[in-house]
């Protein structure tokens, strides 16, 4: 007779919508790292992760007694690999979820989140980007560059001039509509510093960005958190800009895009590596596009590149000439890779890039992935 795996029964278990935790070694791997075998035989009793448990149940389901129960699952609730509110459980998906919690509450050994980052980076890297293709669904969109309303943008006449940006596009609005901000490392880089492979962009300390209550709360029970004032917000993302880092967000216009932003790179993030990998177009990514990509002046651009070293998706091509006067040498945008961040018009030293409105797509109001937000359940 073969033996049940609890493991293998949490893992099926580890459903949100679109979300899950794919049969792989990794994963398998992961999961034992979050949870030893006296928890794993309690977890086996959950449902799926998209519906809570009460202590009740789970001492019905398990005979074991309340108290001891809390006691066994005090642990991975500390670590962020459960939830719970009162006397009421939930398993989460294993990324996102799982993976936030874990990397920003740093509570577990130093030796466990060393072996689940370069798990997690393997899932990235070789996993994750085909879960992309198959979910066909969008957690995130770029925020236009601080600067977009002043500096970077074109009037495009097809286009109502009072639709060109609205307030919600804007990582400004952030800034201009707050007085607490909070800095919290990067997972995503974090993962890449404790697995051996850093990222070259930018240190997992120039981080996820967030305003209001949510910037005081990541005070208390972020690792690494640090307050900014308004000047030193205004500052760090003009220093994520620079560095070419992309002003991802919730793929809504409410609560969720206008407390947070992840200040992504295309080679550790989540969302941008697995679609870059993958040459996912736009229509095919997590991410989706901002209403604005670039346009170029050739009269201006002096065909420096910075332009193509700093584009996340390598949508941007050095078009060189024919014929003997030049005039044929241009940059080349590939639309279908463009997500229109506005990194490329926000670090052009001659002013050559600008962003124009080429789309009128609106986010819902709030973004549900199976039956909770991101914040929710990340």
């Given amino acids: 007779m073969t033996e049940i795996d609890p493991y293998e029964i949490v893992r099926q278990k580890m459903v949100l919508g679109p979300l899950y935790a794919p049969k792989h070694k990794s994963v398998m791997k992961l999961l034992k790292i979050f949870w030893n075998e006296e928890v794993i035989n309690i977890l086996s009793k959950f449902e799926s992760a998209d519906k809570w448990i009460t202590i009740k149940e789970l001492e019905e389901k398990t005979g074991i007694p309340r108290k001891e129960i809390k006691k066994i699952l005090s642990r991975p609730v500390e670590i962020g690999s459960i939830d719970r509110n009162m006397n009421k459980y939930c398993l989460i998906p294993i990324l996102p979820g799982i993976f936030e919690r874990y990397y920003t509450r740093r509570k577990d050994t130093e030796e466990n989140h060393i072996k689940a980052a370069k798990l997690y980076r393997d899932l990235m890297k070789d996993v994750l980007s085909q879960e992309i293709i198959e979910s066909n669904f969008r957690i995130f969109r770029p925020l236009l560059p601080i600067d977009a309303k002043e500096k970077l943008l074109e009037i495009n006449e097809e286009f109502d001039v009072q639709s060109q940006v609205l307030p919600y596009e804007e990582v400004a609005n952030l800034i201009e509509n707050n007085e607490d901000f909070t800095v919290i490392p990067c997972q995503c880089r974090l993962i890449g510093e404790l697995s051996g492979e850093p990222c070259d962009v930018a240190h997992s300390d120039m981080g996820c960005f967030i305003v209001g209550l949510g910037a005081q709360r990541a005070l208390t029970n972020t690792a690494g958190a640090r307050r900014l004032t308004k000047e030193e917000a205004i500052e760090f993302i003009k220093e ?101 961040c506005g990194i490329c018009a926000a670090n052009c030293p001659n002013d050559a890039i600008k962003l124009v409105k080429v789309r009128d797509i609106e986010p819902p109001d709030k973004n549900i992935i199976g039956n909770k937000t991101f914040l929710e359940f990340a």
Avoid at 305 to 323: L, S
């Fill in 240 to 340: 994520t800009e620079k560095a070419g880092l992309v002003h991802n967000t919730i793929w809504d216009k409410g609560y969720e895009s206008s407390h947070f932003i992840c200040n992504c790179c295309s080679c550790h993030c989540g969302a941008l590596l697995p679609a870059k990998l993958m040459g996912l177009t736009e229509k095919e990514g997590v991410v989706q596009p901002s209403n604005f990509a670039p346009k170029f002046n050739m009269d201006l651009c002096v065909k420096c590149e910075t332009c193509i070293r700093k584009c996340p998706n390598g949508a941007i091509y050095h078009k060189w000439p024919q014929e003997s006067d030049s005039s044929d040498e241009r940059m080349i945008l590939r639309k279908e890779l463009c997500i229109g």
